[in-house]
Structure formats: C-alpha cells, structure tokens
C-alpha cells in the first residue's frame, strides 16, 4: 500500500458493542459486553466485576481528554445489566418459557469509510442464537424475525424520539467515538494491519442475538 498521510491509514473502520445477557448458565455471569474497534477488544464488563475495563494499553490515550470515561462506562455497564435482565425475562414470557438455557444479546455499532465518508450503523437483536429484531435505519424502523418479536417492534416504532436519537447516534456520536479510538490506537492498529493477512484477521465475538 502506498504511503498516506491520513493518520487514519485504513479506508474503512468498524466500532462494534455485544451485549449479553444470560440465564440457566451456572458459574457464568448473567450479563456480558465487549466493545471492539476493528477486531481488537477494546473493553470488557460482566457482572461478577461490575466494573468497565480497558483491554488495550492505547486505549489510555482516550481518558486524557476524559479522565472520568472509565467511570462512566462502569456506570453504563451496571445499567445495561438492570435493562438486559429484564428485556431477557420479557422475551422468555414471550415465548412462554420458564427454565433452560437462554441468551439474550444485542450487537450495535458503526463502520466509517474516511475516504468516502460513509457511514453505516447497525443494531440488532437476537434471542437463543436465531435473529429477533433488527434496526433498518434507511426507513428508520425495526424488522421483526420472529412473531414474538412483532409486539417489540411496534412498540419501538412507535417512540419517535428513540429512533431519531438512533439515527442521530449512529450517524454523528457512533462515528465521532470511532475516529477518537482509531487515533488513538493509530499505532497499534496500522502495525497490526500490515502484519497480519486478511485470511488471518480473528472472527468477532458474537454469541446468540438478543431480541
């Protein structure tokens, strides 16, 4: 590849968050989330630590603007727990089931063309490994997978200001994060870009789709 002066080196870049949420599972926590720029892991918060952690050493560069950003993805953490459990408890009902393994889990974020401009956000859901519902932001509405998923959809097509604060975050605050975490890894990241192969590169974590 030609050298290039935009700090940014790669074309396209990807910021993805998996959610988790789980029951039935012993000495596994009840509720997981990862975020990832590229395919590095960037962060990681269960709820048996109940604390946001950094799993990159450039991810540092991002708290000196923000020295508070840890404590407030902890904080952002414990809320999804309390929001997940109970999403997980309604989808079992729904489905009408009582015991078992079942997991819950929500995969979002956005790719950044830096030559281009592009942007792409996504958001989706599943539940026990099979799609639920998902988020088409062309015409700003969710798709239901599944019947049982129709009752969600309809309740969240229906709450105007939740989808246009989507669309706004995946177009504006979803890729601003991206650019933020992509210069400060920049080191990192190209390094590893031109050293590992594209047949090489690991697959994302993703378990079964929360709905």
Not at 3 to 31: D, E, K
Not at 159 to 178: G, M, S
Not at 180 to 194: D, P
Request: glycine share 4%.
């Amino acid at each position: 590849m030609p050298h290039q002066t935009n700090h940014y080196y790669n074309v396209s870049h990807s910021l993805r968050y998996f959610y988790m949420a789980s029951s039935g599972i012993p000495n596994f926590p009840s509720y997981m989330s990862v975020g990832l720029v590229e395919d590095d892991q960037i962060s990681y918060c269960d709820s048996i630590n109940n604390e946001n952690i950094p799993k990159q050493d450039w991810m540092s560069n991002v708290t000196l603007d923000n020295p508070h950003y840890w404590e407030e993805e902890t904080l952002t953490c414990l809320a999804k727990q309390e929001t997940f459990k109970e999403n997980i408890k309604i989808v079992k009902q729904r489905f009408n089931q009582t015991g078992g393994v079942h997991v819950y889990q929500q995969m979002y974020g956005c790719d950044w063309d830096n030559e281009t401009g592009e942007v792409k956000g996504h958001d989706q859901i599943g539940y026990d490994g099979e799609d639920f519902i998902a988020l088409d932001l062309n015409t700003s509405s969710w798709i239901a997978a599944k019947p049982e998923a129709v009752l969600t959809k309809q309740k969240w097509d229906n709450n105007k200001y939740a989808l246009q604060y989507e669309k706004f975050y995946f177009t504006r605050v979803c890729v601003d994060w991206l650019k933020k975490y992509v210069s400060s890894g920049r080191t990192s990241l190209i390094k590893k870009e031109e050293s590992v192969l594209p047949s090489q590169l690991p697959r994302y974590w993703f378990l079964p789709q929360q709905s």
